[in-house]
């Protein structure tokens, strides 16, 4: 069954001097979730977030010792371009970490984006159904406060209702078409960690801290979230 989602979002804000410092934390916090899973449930759901930032910790993910047989990954959102497109969150991922650890293919759920975003969503939806909760979601944060591709003034999925994966049509930053885990759907997990990074992300940092009607905002699993920054 999934966890049901709050109306307001519960925020733990934790501040580290540098991004390296952030991007260990965040490693550590992977690392604890899938123990807890794995003795939970046998298996661990992580899914997964696009940038620079996700990029080291997937590469410090790589020289880890876990038992990947137990991973399962996917994704939290992807661009309609063909597979071995550079700006693709799978092939950032892939190169960094999941080709260089023996996770089962099988076990790694990438979204067909390249079908379309109407076709790959509703394949994706079709993937994750029959999936309880998650055990941890990665997310990240744009400047205009976008998170995943979840974008201001667009419908963000947040009832109960929606589909566990959106078709995008019209993405203010390019490529337009994307396919998007709901915010319903995202807010499914035991644990949901927030990365954030950069000077830039400061004015959407301080509309997020004012309880302003943001897509990051709008994610509020049960047992809150876990926001990593590096400026205070």
């Known amino acids: 069954m999934l966890l049901a989602m709050q109306t307001r979002q519960s925020c733990r804000w934790h501040v580290f001097a540098a991004t390296d410092a952030l991007a260990h934390n965040a490693t550590d916090r992977i690392l604890h979730a899938a123990q807890q899973a794995i003795a939970r449930s046998g298996a661990f759901h992580i899914v997964l977030a696009g940038g620079s930032t996700p990029r080291r910790i997937y590469r410090e993910l790589s020289r880890i010792s876990t038992d990947w047989s137990r991973w399962h990954i996917w994704f939290g959102d992807e661009r309609c371009l063909p597979p071995d497109a550079t700006e693709r969150n799978s092939l950032m991922a892939a190169e960094a970490w999941l080709d260089k650890v023996p996770i089962p293919t099988a076990q790694v759920h ?8 109407h ?3 509703a394949a994706y939806g079709k993937a994750l159904a029959g999936l309880g909760a998650f055990d941890l979601v990665l997310l990240g944060l744009g400047e205009d406060a976008h998170t995943a591709s979840l974008f201001p003034g667009h419908d963000w999925g947040t009832g109960a209702e929606a589909p566990d994966a959106l078709a995008v049509c019209d993405a203010p930053k390019p490529p337009p078409e994307r396919v998007s885990l709901s915010a319903h759907r995202l807010a499914a997990t035991h644990e949901l960690v927030f990365l954030v990074s950069g000077e830039g992300k400061r004015q ?4 997020w801290r004012a309880s302003s009607p943001i897509p990051a905002a709008a994610i509020a699993p049960t047992n809150g979230v876990d926001i990593l920054l590096d400026f205070s």
Do not use: D
Not at 110 to 117: S, T
């Open 110 to 117: 990438v979204i067909p984006a390249e079908l379309g975003p």
């Open 204 to 207: 959407a940092v301080t509309a």
């Open 119 to 121: 076709t790959a969503a």
